[in-house]
C-alpha cells in the first residue's frame, strides 16, 4: 500500500475507510479471546496490563499532539524543517530516555511490583508473570510507535494511525491463533510485541522516505521551553492513568474474570468512537491551521459544528446498540469458553455502558480547541478536578455494586465532563466577544 500525504477532506474519508477496517479487526480479536479463553484471570491480567501500558503510550501522544506539534508546525513555516527536526528528535529521545529508566527502576524490584500495582492473587500473578515482563517492552515500543506517527499525521498522513492500529491487532490475532494452545494468553502480549517492533520499523523508513527525516538532528536546549507546560500535562495524564485504572484495580479483587466482561464492552461501545478520534486528529490539524492564520473567530464555529453532529450520531448509534445488547453478548461473545453468566454480565454491562458515547464525542471535539488555543492550564484543572471526583465515587459505587457501580459512575464522568468543558468554552467565547 502506498502512503502519501491527504488534504483534510480525503483524509477525512481514508481515515473513516481503515477506522472501520481497524477496528473490524480488534472486534474480531475480542471475539477470539472470548473464544479461546472466556473471561478468568488470565485475560483479566492480560487486560489490566496491556491497558495501562497503551494510556502510558497515548500519555506521550497527548503531549506530541497537543504541545509539540504545534510548536513544530510553526518552526516548519517559519524557520526551516531542520529546525524542527532537531525540536521533535529532542523531545522523542527524552521520551525513550525517561521510558527506559522507569522499566529499570521497575525491573529492580522483580516480581513484586505486579503485586503492588495490582490486586490479583499471587499465586495468579506468579503462574502469568510473564505478560507482565513483556507488557515493559511493549510499552517502549508503544510509546515510540505513537510519537512518530504523530509526526507524520502533522505531515498529512491522516490515516497512518489507523494502519498501525490495524497492524497491531492483526498480529494480536496470528499469535493468538498459533499460540493459543501452547502459551495460552501469554500469546497476546507477544503478538502486541513483535507487531510494534515491525510498525516502528515501517514508521522510521516512511520518515525517511517520505520526509527525509533525519534522527541524528537534535538540539536539547529547545525542552526547556515547553518544560513548564509538559510536565503540567504529563501530571494531569498521570492522574488520567491513575483513575482510569484505579477502578481496575478494585474490581481485580472480586470475581475472576469481571475485568474482562468490562473490557469486551468498553471496546465494543468504543469501537464507533475510532473513527470519531481519527476526524478529531484531522480537526486538529484544521484547528491548527486556524490558528496560524489568525482565524480565531473560526476556530469555536468550526469544533462546535463537528461536536454537534458528532453527539446526534453517536446517539442514534447508542441506542441501536442497546437494542441489540442481548444479541451481541449471547451470540457474539457467547461462544467457546465463556460461561453464561458472564455473558448475561456483558449485556448488561453494553447496555449501560453505549450511553457514554454521544458525551465522549463531543468532548473529543471540544477539547481540541483547548490544545489548538494553548488553555493548557485550563484543560488539566478540569481534568484533574473531574479525575478527582471519579476516583471518589468509585472507590464507593464499586465496593456496593462491584461491576455496575463502575458503568454508572463511568456514564455520569463523561457527562460532567463535557458539561464543564462547554461551559469554559463558552465563558472564554463571551469574552472575546466582549472585547471586540
Given at each position: ?15 473513516s ?8 479487526v ?8 472470548a ?6 484471570t ?27 506539534i504545534?510548536q ?17 528528535n529532542?523531545?522523542m ?7 527506559f ?25 506468579k ?30 498522513f491522516?490515516?497512518l ?7 497491531l ?11 493459543n ?13 513483535i ?21 541524528f ?19 494531569n495524564?498521570?492522574?488520567?492513568i ?19 466482561i468490562?473490557?469486551y ?25 486556524l ?5 480565531e ?5 468550526s ?30 461473545f ?9 455473558g448475561?454480565?456483558?449485556s ?16 473529543l ?8 488555543q ?32 463502575y ?10 465532563t463535557?458539561?464543564?468543558?462547554w ?14
Open positions: 500500500m502506498k502512503l502519501n500525504s491527504e488534504t483534510y477532506k480525503k483524509g477525512a474519508i481514508h481515515s475507510f481503515f477506522s472501520v477496517l481497524a477496528k473490524g480488534a472486534f474480531m480479536q475480542h471475539l477470539l479471546i473464544y479461546y479463553f472466556g473471561a478468568n488470565g485475560t483479566d491480567l492480560y487486560f489490566y496490563l496491556f491497558n495501562l501500558v497503551i494510556m502510558i503510550g497515548g500519555m506521550i501522544q497527548t503531549i506530541t499532539t497537543s504541545i509539540l504545534p513544530s508546525m510553526l518552526l516548519r513555516h517559519s524557520i526551516s524543517t531542520k529546525a524542527e527536526m532537531k525540536y521533535l529532542a523531545f529521545y527524552s521520551f525513550i530516555f525517561i521510558i529508566l522507569l522499566i529499570f527502576l521497575v525491573s529492580l524490584g522483580g516480581d513484586k511490583v505486579p503485586e503492588l500495582i495490582t490486586n490479583f492473587p499471587t499465586d495468579e500473578i503462574k502469568y508473570i510473564s505478560i507482565y515482563y513483556a507488557s515493559l517492552i511493549l510499552m517502549i515500543l508503544m510509546a515510540t510507535n505513537l510519537y512518530l506517527t504523530e509526526i507524520l499525521v502533522s505531515f498529512k491522516f490515516s494511525p489507523l494502519v498501525c492500529n490495524l497492524l491487532n492483526g498480529g494480536i490475532i496470528f499469535a493468538l491463533l498459533l499460540f494452545n501452547t502459551v495460552g494468553v501469554v500469546s497476546m502480549i507477544y503478538g502486541s510485541c507487531a510494534s517492533v515491525i510498525n516502528t520499523i515501517i514508521l522510521i523508513i516512511l520518515m525517511r522516505r517520505k520526509l527525509q527525516w533525519k534522527f538532528l537534535v538540539d536539547f536546549s529547545v525542552i526547556s521551553s515547553q518544560w513548564k507546560s509538559i510536565t503540567g500535562l504529563a501530571i495524564q498521570g492522574v488520567v491513575f483513575s482510569s485504572t484505579f477502578p481496575m484495580y478494585l474490581l481485580s479483587y472480586y470475581q475472576p474474570g469481571v475485568i474482562t468490562i473490557n464492552a468498553q471496546k465494543f461501545i468504543q469501537a464507533p468512537l475510532a473513527w470519531i478520534q481519527q476526524f478529531t486528529a484531522v480537526l486538529q490539524i484544521k484547528l491548527n491551521n490558528k496560524s492564520d489568525r482565524k473567530n473560526e476556530i469555536y464555529q469544533a462546535s459544528r463537528i461536536a454537534i453532529r458528532l453527539f446526534l450520531l453517536t446517539l442514534f448509534t447508542s441506542l441501536v446498540i442497546f437494542l441489540l445488547r442481548d444479541f451481541i453478548a449471547e451470540t457474539l457467547g461462544l467457546g469458553k465463556m460461561p453464561i453468566e458472564a448475561n454480565k456483558l448488561h454491562l453494553i447496555g449501560l455502558l453505549t450511553f457514554s458515547m454521544p458525551f465522549t464525542a463531543m468532548s471535539a471540544y477539547m481540541k480547541v483547548f490544545f489548538t494553548g488553555y493548557i492550564r485550563q484543560y488539566i484543572s478540569i481534568m484533574v478536578f473531574v479525575n478527582i471526583i471519579s476516583c471518589t465515587m468509585y472507590a464507593v459505587s464499586i465496593y456496593y455494586w462491584q461491576e455496575n457501580g458503568a454508572f459512575v463511568y456514564i455520569f464522568i463523561e457527562m460532567l463535557i458539561l464543564i468543558i461551559l469554559y468554552l463558552q465563558k472564554r467565547l463571551e469574552k472575546k466577544i466582549h472585547h471586540l
